[in-house]
């Protein structure tokens, strides 16, 4: 099977919340756009990543009340990147190196989405 590169494979577009934010907007941030997480950015530059999972774990679970949280509470840091031209290959090995199911993407200093375990098996399925 020829090697893919994982720039095609982001779906969506890129969504994120400032830091400083209360989880109360990130989980109507992430219902609004759709999303099961969003990138995390602080002074102009991304710093992390929160997630529906984060919020359950965290704050619902923690029985505490989301907008007394800021997001940069619960967010996982540091940002785990890859770069756009990378293959499927070494973002799967990274993301079971690191035990995460998402990575940020890069391409060159620019931050352009973020790809899944999901649009792994999305991609898996259309070769089928």
């Given at each position: 099977?020829?090697?893919?590169?994982?720039?095609?494979?982001?779906?969506?577009?890129?969504?994120?919340?400032?830091?400083?934010?209360?989880?109360?907007?990130?989980?109507?941030?992430?219902?609004?756009?759709?999303?099961?997480?969003?990138?995390?950015?602080?002074?102009?530059?991304?710093?992390?990543?929160?997630?529906?999972k984060d919020l359950i774990n965290k704050v619902v679970a923690e029985e505490l009340y989301p907008g007394d949280i800021k997001v940069k509470e619960i967010m996982s840091s540091p940002l785990i990147t890859i770069s756009h031209r990378e293959s499927i290959e070494k973002a799967a090995k990274l993301m079971r190196k690191k035990e995460v199911r998402r990575l940020a993407v890069t391409e060159g200093d620019k931050m352009i989405g973020v790809i899944t375990e999901t649009d792994f098996t999305r991609k898996l399925i259309s070769l089928l």
């Open positions: 099977m020829p090697s893919i590169e994982i720039g095609g494979l982001i779906s969506g577009r890129l969504v994120y919340i400032q830091s400083e934010e209360a989880v109360s907007k990130a989980a109507r941030l992430m219902r609004d756009e759709n999303v099961a997480s969003l990138l995390v950015k602080e002074k102009g530059n991304f710093v992390g990543i929160v997630t529906e």
